[in-house]
């Protein structure tokens, strides 16, 4: 990292630590719409790690995660740099909305257009703009639509570092999962940076829990990149209980549209033939109960009551 750090136009000297606007849209008013960036560098040179929130705006648990880690004073390194965006898409978060106002999914537009629509310009400038200074990712997200993810990392697993990486932050679990295209995930991974894409919690929600594990993650992964000495914040339950490491893993989806009700809990492992729940009318003349078709650990499980056929049921990952 060269002595001379700068980012959107902003100089950032040894032990400095401001907060730029980020002023790239408006609202239909005309209002800005102001993205704080949270720039934080040590006394020395060192490796920089972005630790981002809200790319979906109703993914409220990744926010507050970057949030607490910056009321705590967590993001001052003592060497390299540290930038924490912990609201992306405020459009969304106002809204309590996924998507961008044109409708689009931020996190399907990356590495985004500048003659493209509003949410591709947004990609395209936190890519160009902000992208270029990282070197290392934590990317927080939710579940949506009711559907609750036990606290996990997902990597993609051909790459050794961001998996040992992704054992360092000390989730529950490891998911193998490979990054979809035009995602933020994948345009940083061809760009060479290693990105850990936690996913804990569910839309329109806080967990405290969930918050606990991706806050400690983030202080493990400072201390193994030499940003902080966090020596005495260190986890002994993340050295105890080291990840399940999930190579594969399936949906299974509601057969009948009706009133659902669930048998077990995600995070836990579950045996095959195990009942995982039931779907019923809501009049009492049928109730289809449904059962585990293999071995696995349960890393999402739908909280809605009410479920239309095909609707995603439970996420089973297998080691």
């Known amino acids: 990292m060269p002595s001379d750090f700068k980012i959107l136009n902003h100089k950032i000297g040894f032990g400095e630590s401001v907060t730029i606007n980020m002023d790239i849209a408006r609202l239909t008013t005309r209002s800005k719409i102001d993205i704080p960036i949270i720039v934080s560098r040590g006394k020395v040179d060192g490796p920089c790690l972005l630790l981002i929130g809200g790319i979906h705006g109703d993914e409220t648990n990744g926010i507050e995660i970057v949030r607490q880690i910056v009321a705590s004073g967590l993001h001052k390194p003592e060497k390299g740099t540290i930038i924490c965006i912990p609201l992306l898409n405020v459009f969304g978060f106002l809204n309590q909305t996924r998507e961008f106002p044109d409708g689009r999914d931020l996190n399907r537009m990356f590495p985004g257009s500048n003659t493209g629509s509003s949410a591709s310009k947004f990609a395209y400038y936190l890519m160009t703009k902000v992208i270029p200074k990282v070197d290392y990712?934590?990317?927080?997200?939710?579940?949506?639509?009711?559907r609750f993810n036990y606290s996990q990392l997902r990597i993609n697993g051909t790459d050794e570092e961001t998996l040992e990486l992704a054992k360092?932050?000390?989730?529950?679990?490891?998911?193998?999962?490979?990054?979809q295209e035009k995602t933020f995930r994948n345009s940083m991974v061809k760009l060479g940076k290693k990105v850990l894409l936690f996913e804990g919690g569910k839309s329109l929600n806080l967990d405290k829990n969930v918050t606990k594990v991706g806050i400690q993650g983030a202080i493990n992964l400072m201390h193994h990149l030499g940003l902080n000495d966090f020596s005495s914040k260190i986890s002994k339950a993340t050295k105890e209980n080291p990840p399940v490491v999930i190579t594969s893993s399936k949906w299974i989806r509601a057969k009948h549209s009706g009133m659902y009700r669930s048998n077990i809990s995600a995070g836990q492992k579950v045996e095959k033939g195990v009942k995982l729940g039931s779907i019923s009318?809501?009049?009492?003349?049928?109730?289809?109960?449904?059962?585990?078709?293999q071995e696995g650990?349960?890393?999402?499980?739908?909280?809605s009551p009410v479920v239309i056929q095909g609707d995603a049921?439970?996420?089973?990952?297998?080691?």
């Not at 990712?137 to 009711?146: E, L, N, S």
């Not at 650990?297 to 909280?303: A, E, K, Q, T, W």
């Not at 049921?313 to 080691?319: K, S």
């Open 313 to 319: 049921l439970i996420h089973i990952g297998f080691e």
């Open 297 to 303: 650990y349960i890393l999402n499980s739908n909280h």
């Open 137 to 146: 990712c934590i990317d927080y997200h939710t579940g949506g639509a009711q």
């Open 281 to 293: 009318d809501p009049y009492g003349n049928y109730e289809n109960t449904f059962k585990n078709p």
């Open 168 to 179: 360092v932050f000390g989730a529950p679990f490891i998911v193998f999962s490979k990054s």
